[in-house]
């Protein structure tokens, strides 16, 4: 039983020495692995907030939608939330109360770096939804956005 633990460790520890990580896990604990579909996907752009990294869409194997933000960064800031907008694109001065584009709520922007999973509601219609942004309410302010494209 001891040598079998030290086989285990020994493979653990080469693991970490080379950075294998096991496959990524959603918010609400679901694998996001060979499962999930792959569905629309495109990277940030801001100038006035940098604002980089990639937003991907799949569609799990439950059938529910997924927004996933991996290698992202932007500026820190008051009140800021991920959406969708009903826009091919957004300009770093958008406004979207102003202008009232529409929009779909996926929460409250839970870092300002590193990757991360919002649920999309279900019967979003993704033709019509086609941008994600990362938009401040208190400033209505747009830190970036990704306009994204079939994959």
């Known amino acids: 039983?001891?040598?079998?633990?030290?086989?285990?460790?020994?493979?653990?520890?080469?693991?970490?020495?080379f950075g294998l990580q096991p496959p990524a896990t959603a918010q609400d604990g679901t694998t996001n692995d060979n499962q999930a579909k792959t569905l629309e996907t495109g990277t940030f752009h801001g100038k006035v907030h940098q604002?980089?990294?990639?937003?991907?869409?799949?569609?799990?194997?439950?059938?529910?939608?997924?927004?996933?933000?991996?290698?992202?960064?932007?500026?820190?800031?008051?009140?800021?939330h991920v959406i969708l907008i009903a826009a091919k694109d957004a300009d770093d001065d958008a406004n979207f109360l102003k202008s009232k584009t529409e929009r779909v709520e996926l929460?409250?922007?839970?870092?300002?770096?590193?990757?991360q999973n919002y649920k999309i509601p279900a019967g979003t219609d993704l033709t019509k939804?086609?941008?994600?942004?990362?938009?401040c309410e208190r400033f209505n302010a747009n830190f970036g956005t990704a306009p994204l494209q079939k994959f």
């Open 51 to 80: 604002t980089s990294g990639r937003a991907t869409i799949y569609r799990e194997a439950n059938g529910k939608l997924v927004l996933r933000l991996t290698d992202f960064k932007t500026s820190n800031g008051p009140d800021v």
């Open 129 to 135: 939804f086609q941008t994600v942004s990362i938009y």
């Open 1 to 17: 039983m001891l040598p079998k633990m030290k086989v285990v460790l020994a493979f653990a520890m080469l693991a970490l020495a």
């Open 107 to 115: 929460g409250k922007l839970k870092g300002n770096e590193g990757d």
